[in-house]
């Protein structure tokens, strides 16, 4: 992430760009509306009048001159009234109302004030770095606990799945180790949750994690009390680790770190580089362009996550453009954000009908800013997320995880890399579905698969293959290696128990590995990892078997 103060300094710099401009600005004002005076219907000066003072209305109050702004809007309304609407010139009244605002926002550009009381710095805290990817090699897990009947289970099964959890027994040190390290979520076992409850109490923590209930009971009474304690998330004990992990998943996005990719268009250049200075400096890719007929070249070279149009542009106003990807199959679900000076919520409406997300009105805070693309961008890419997995776990299905398995031996013969490829199957799955019921088989589907999620690379590729049978990928690993992790994988998930019926019982794995280079194409090593996974069956199954070489 760029240094703060050289943010700062970048947003001083396109501040004072802008200003420099305000001179020229109001010359043309100048010019154009004495064009407006002689020929009230010069629609030509109209258009060149309402451009100039739209763009000052959203710039103004961006640039700390917000007095700009607020004059610049008197003058707008009416222009957009005539040429949006009637399509037609001033009337001799409107002219008239005009002259006292647009003498006066000449005046405030020839002279711009020094005293820009609103000039953008924005605070490193608008801004918190994103959160940790679901495929995390280790979540920390602080659990604060008034009793250890049933964590020291809870705490060995969370482990099992590659988790990190540390434990308190008094606030004191729960604070300390928070301030010092930020832990992925904070589990909270109270004796009661009545009303001698008085919940963590962690008003000394500079910045909260998300926090969990560990309860008794699930009523009415004990969920008001952990929400007014400020709880994220509600378990019911006994608490299985995967649900502890599935709803910290629910805390954070859903897809890699990668920094989302937003693509600007604003044919006012101060404006732009505002907004992507700002968004910069929160981490996320922004390309800027200010010619709106330039976005197809720009679609398919940059592929964004996020569209920042500005909604007025001569060239092609931003409805317009919104229609254009829209039209475009690969950009349907693609988020499409507004920006403008338009205040009237009917208009904004009828500006979003054409598909967009949402109406930002200039100016905008960064943290507001910020806060729009980034909501918009983690759904969006949550939705691309759940339509490339399995419902169930949480994987990739079948169709992704071959497409991901092709890629990946394409890459690995380009470059000459080992590539390992492993089948996996829960063994005995039938006899765990007849005699515990479908939906505890669905418990140990998913158990398994948080198991693979977090103790394999965020690298790795990991999929549902079918039923039981999964389909591991890791690139750029011998497969010694791959038995080495593997086998970590299967210990792990033998030592992880399950209940039903108010029975223990646990699952074993059987594995097949195969490798390039002694496989030539992704069929083969399919094929070789499933032989090698038959032959661990029939060797007795909870064991791991290497492919023989063709």
Known sequence: MVDDISIIEQLKAVSQAFKMQLPEKGVEITRQWSAIKKDSHDLVA?????????????AGGTFGFSRITD???????????????????????????LEGPVKLLIELCMNPSDDAKEE??????YFPELPSSLHAPSKLIYLYSESDNGMDTLIENLQNLGAHVCQFDTRQTLVKAVNEQMPSVILFNPISAGN???????????????MVMLADTADFKTRLTAVREGMEGFLVKPV???????????????????????????????QAEYASIVLNQAGITTRTIYDPTEILDQLAEFNPELLLFDIYMPQCSGIELAKIVR????????????????????????????????????????????????????????????????????????AVIMERLSNSFTLAKRQESPLSVAMIDIDHFKRINDNYGHSTGDKVLVSFSRLLRERLRGSDIVGR??????????????????????????????????????????????????????????????????????????????????????
Do not use: C
């Not at 009416?78 to 002219?95: C, I, S």
């Not at 001698?196 to 998300?210: A, E, K, N, R, Y």
């Not at 507001?368 to 419902?391: H, I, Q, Y």
């Open 46 to 58: 109209l258009e060149a009048l309402y451009r100039l003072t739209h763009n000052l209305a959203g």
């Open 71 to 97: 004059v610049a809007r008197e003058v707008t309304d009416p222009l957009r009234v005539a040429l949006k609407e009637r399509k037609t010139g001033l009337t001799a009244t409107e002219r008239t109302t």
């Open 120 to 125: 953008i710095a924005p605070a490193p805290t």
């Open 196 to 210: 001698d409850f008085h919940g963590l109490d962690l008003t000394s923590v500079i910045q909260l994690p998300p």
């Open 240 to 270: 299985e680790a995967s649900s502890v992990l599935n709803l910290v998943d629910s805390f954070r996005p859903q897809e890699e770190t990668a920094p989302f990719r937003v693509l600007i268009v604003d044919d006012d250049q101060n």
């Open 327 to 398: 039209q475009m199959d690969n950009y349907v679900s693609v988020p499409i954000l507004f920006l403008s000076v338009e205040t009237e919520r009917g208009r904004q409406l009828e500006a979003l009908q054409t598909g967009a997300d949402d109406f930002l009105t200039k100016p905008i805070r960064p943290k507001e800013l910020v806060s729009a693309v980034k909501v918009r961008a983690w759904r969006a890419r949550t939705l691309r997320w759940m339509m490339v997995r399995d419902s169930l776990t949480g994987l990739f299905n079948h």
């Open 465 to 550: 293959y079918g039923g039981e049978e999964f389909l591991v990928v890791l690139p750029d690993t011998t497969i010694g290696d791959a038995q080495l992790v593997l086998d970590e994988v299967r210990v792990a998930f033998a030592k992880t128990p399950f209940t039903a019926n108010n029975k223990i019982f646990s699952a074993t794995l059987s594995v097949g590995i195969a490798d390039y280079p002694h496989a030539n194409s992704a069929t083969e090593l399919l094929d070789t990892a499933d032989m090698a996974l038959y032959q661990a069956k029939e060797q007795g199954r909870d064991r791991t078997m290497l492919a023989t070489p063709p």
